[in-house]
């Protein structure tokens, strides 16, 4: 299983297999034909809620990774979860995110729940 993880504002490259967007929202300033994305399953993605709540500083990351986690287990999610799981099996995959600080945030419970972290 090879899963990583890259900002959306670094080019692709060949060897990134099916890119998949783990951002709810869509990157400022990035041309959607320029990002390359192969699957943007917005359902994988924290909820707005939680997102405000951990982003205004509310909360642990400990805290806000249990909160995800069970927002994972709903059903779309945890279908989605599975459906990236297989992109992993049958080749490369990398998880395309905005974020500045992927290993602090929802990105970090994905690979971990994806059997990559």
Same mark, same amino acid.
């Given at each position: 299983? %090879?899963?990583?993880?890259?900002?959306?504002?670094?080019? =692709?490259?060949?060897?990134?297999?099916?890119?998949?967007?783990?951002?709810?929202?869509?990157?400022?300033?990035?041309? $959607?034909?320029?990002? !390359?994305?192969?699957?943007? =399953?917005?359902?994988?993605?924290?909820?707005?809620?939680?997102?405000?709540?951990?982003?205004?500083?509310?909360? %642990?990351?400990?805290?806000?990774?249990?909160?995800?986690?069970?927002?994972?287990?709903? =059903?779309?999610?945890?279908?989605?979860?599975? !459906?990236?799981? $297989?992109?992993?099996?049958?080749?490369?995959?990398?998880?395309?995110?905005?974020?500045?600080? =992927?290993? $602090?945030?929802?990105? %970090?419970?994905?690979?971990?729940?994806?059997?990559?972290?």
């Amino acid at each position: 299983m %090879s899963v990583r993880v890259r900002r959306i504002y670094d080019p =692709p490259e060949p060897d990134d297999g099916v890119r998949v967007l783990v951002d709810r929202l869509w990157p400022r300033g990035v041309a $959607k034909d320029a990002a !390359h994305v192969d699957e943007w =399953p917005k359902g994988l993605t924290p909820s707005a809620e939680l997102r405000r709540w951990y982003h205004a500083g509310e909360g %642990s990351y400990e805290e806000f990774a249990e909160r995800y986690e069970a927002e994972l287990a709903a =059903p779309e999610a945890a279908e989605l979860l599975d !459906h990236v799981r $297989k992109l992993a099996r049958e080749g490369d995959v990398t998880l395309v995110t905005a974020s500045r600080s =992927p290993d $602090k945030g929802h990105v %970090s419970v994905l690979l971990r729940l994806l059997g990559t972290a």
